[in-house]
């Protein structure tokens, strides 16, 4: 019985300057954790390789992990799923409930949507055409695709510009859910069942202005991950999510991952998922069963912990892609905060890497309504965790609508992150002069509208 519908109601001003214009883009089908973003060290390389696991436990600590789990659940969130892995250990772990009508509890290996974790699948399978000699990464994209990016964008955007979000072409999600610029939620309810085309998303962000000069600047856009699934359709002939059905997916042999199509329910054991949106939706609203045609190559994948373990050790350990693709995979652009100027990330193709207490660490995150997953993996693969978690946007925004109020489960969300990774998890020392610093700012929750380095993702 999905959790009661209360009526959509006008947003606040403050909130709705935190849910509109770009805010539209917001971490809604999450990919980046802006929060996460530390960058890489200087000196360790492109591939990232640096010292990751100096310091780090050899060992995985069941019992601390299942208290980190513990007490994101008591921090707020409803229920969380995961699995840990170094080497040969594993940890599976969860705390918390799947419906909150009916008291079903979670357990570990729950499928679950993964939001924007579906664009490494994607840049994978494009890396696989390029290394094929069917794409070609600074080619433009207009000899791909004209019909969709015509002109002189055409001629100046490449398929790597897609690939890193050095586009400068705009995300669509303000078109495609009209009511979220206005400040409210009604839209999301409106297109539940609705199938939109590729071509449809792709032409409300092209419609939109240029950002930037393409390759001089950096700004998250799903529109450059659905335009890259029409890549793959125009070289291959097929529908792209078939091929990354057959080229990533059953190559690596995950079970549990699949693309919905046009079916709104997940097939097998789920969790409900619930959306909050800043406390606009009070109570938080059930969307687990959605049409998720909106995402696509871009954020439709659904999927389970264990299975995005063993996609990033296999891409991390080369099973999936040649050397020298993995390398431009790796290769990243550095992701700027706009007031500092700090380097905040380092987004590569569809992969970004962030620091851990023990080193650099590479995955993505993502978001959709009611359903957030972190991924993340040393650099050879071999310490890996991957959490779900079923509430989303928990957070509230600030008296004068320019941050987040700090939320206890976000810093219940990093502590397990670093011990999962490195098995510590260090005291930290807010800086009282920084407001979501992005090393410490929640996985793709952060909404672009407001302070830090994401100004437009459907995350």
Not at 201 to 207: F, T
Not at 220 to 243: A, H
Not at 257 to 267: K, L, N, Q, S
Request: charged share 20%; net charge positive; aromatic share 8%.
């Amino acid at each position: 019985m999905p959790h009661p519908r209360p009526a959509d109601r006008p947003a606040p001003r403050l909130r709705r300057r935190a849910v509109s214009a770009t805010a539209v883009a917001l971490a809604l089908l999450a990919g980046l954790a802006p929060a996460a973003s530390a960058a890489v060290q200087e000196g360790q390389g492109a591939d990232g390789q640096g010292a990751y696991g100096q310091g780090a436990a050899r060992h995985l600590d069941p019992t601390r992990l299942q208290a980190g789990l513990n007490a994101i659940r008591e921090a707020g969130l409803y229920g969380v799923y995961s699995g840990v892995r170094d080497g040969r250990e594993r940890f599976d772990g969860a705390a918390g409930l799947a419906d909150i009508a009916t008291g079903r509890k979670v357990r570990p290996d729950l499928r679950h949507r993964v939001g924007s974790v579906t664009k490494t699948f994607t840049a994978v399978a494009v890396l696989q055409q390029s290394a094929k000699g069917r794409v070609d990464l600074d080619r433009p994209v207009g000899d791909y695709v004209p019909e969709l990016l015509p002109g002189e964008r055409g001629r100046k955007v490449t398929v790597r510009m897609l690939l890193n979000h050095t586009s400068g072409i705009q995300d669509y999600l303000g078109d495609a859910f009209p009511s979220l610029p206005k400040g409210t939620t009604e839209s999301l309810d409106q297109h539940r069942y609705r199938t939109i085309e590729p071509a449809e998303l792709i032409g409300h962000g092209v419609a939109r202005p240029q950002l930037f000069e393409p390759g001089t600047d950096w700004s998250y856009s799903n529109t450059n991950y659905i335009l890259l699934g029409e890549v793959l359709r125009k070289v291959t002939g097929q529908d792209p999510e078939q091929v990354i059905t057959r080229d990533v997916i059953r190559r690596v042999g995950l079970r549990d991952t699949y693309f919905p199509g046009t079916d709104p329910r997940i097939r097998g054991a789920h969790a409900r998922m619930y959306e909050s949106f800043y406390g606009l939706i009070d109570p938080p609203r059930d969307y687990s069963d959605y049409n998720m045609t909106w995402a696509g190559t871009a954020g439709a994948l659904v999927s389970t912990p264990q299975d995005l373990n063993t996609f990033y050790r296999a891409l991390l350990g080369g099973d999936l892609l040649p050397r020298r693709q993995l390398d431009q995979m790796r290769t990243t652009f550095e992701v700027k905060n706009k007031t500092t100027g700090a380097v905040v990330m380092h987004y590569g193709l569809g992969i970004y890497s962030l620091d851990t207490p023990c080193g650099p660490a590479w995955g993505h995150d993502g978001g959709v309504w009611g359903a957030g997953t972190w991924a993340l993996s040393g650099p050879d693969g071999r310490r890996q965790f991957a959490v779900g978690y079923n509430l989303m946007k928990y957070q509230r925004v600030n008296a004068d609508g320019t941050d987040f109020d700090p939320h206890p489960a976000d810093a219940a969300m990093r502590d397990y992150r670093d011990q999962a990774l490195c098995g510590t998890t260090p005291p930290r020392t807010p800086d009282p002069t920084a407001k979501n610093s992005p090393a410490e700012a929640p996985p793709a929750q952060t909404a672009p509208a407001l302070p830090g380095p994401l100004t437009g993702p459907l995350r």
